[in-house]
């Protein structure tokens, strides 16, 4: 029996057997480079310690700029990262959000895309903020092409 599926008003590909096709892209998703980054950023701050323990001297003398130290590589690692996470955040959303949430967008590219594309094009804090920007106004009776 044919069932109907709620994608807010976006017309259904059917195919022969009568399952509709699915036209929204749903990416893998690489588990295995966020743990990676997890781990290299542990390794980092690891390394920072000894290395300004190496250079400062003793605890006592050198407890100051090994912190800073430690900081300064971590927030260095992060702020590199980061765009990366963000779109790697929009994948998971993409891979596992419903449909019908998915299909609401009445731009092109997509809200979702049009992420992707800011944080690539603008670097990860100018891009998330001109994201959520489109989010926000992301509804009826906005429409259209709409690109970073």
Not at 28 to 46: E, F, K, Q, S
Not at 111 to 135: D, H, P, Q
Request: aromatic share 14%; glycine share 8%.
């Amino acid at each position: 029996m044919d069932e109907d599926y709620d994608v807010r008003g976006v017309p259904l590909i059917r195919t022969t057997n009568h399952i509709p096709y699915n036209p929204l892209k749903r990416p893998r998703i690489g588990y295995r480079n966020a743990i990676l980054a997890l781990v290299i950023c542990i390794i980092l701050t690891v390394a920072a310690v000894k290395l300004s323990g190496f250079l400062f001297g003793s605890v006592e003398n050198g407890i100051i700029y090994q912190i800073l130290s430690v900081f300064f590589v971590v927030f260095v690692y992060i702020y590199r990262i980061s765009g990366k996470a963000v779109i790697w955040m929009v994948y998971v959303y993409q891979r596992f959000a419903p449909d019908g949430l998915r299909l609401r967008c009445v731009y092109e590219p997509s809200c979702s895309e049009y992420m992707i594309l800011a944080v690539k094009k603008y670097g990860c804090i100018r891009g998330l903020w001109k994201g959520i920007k489109r989010l926000r106004r992301c509804h009826p009776p906005n429409y259209g092409k709409d690109y970073p």
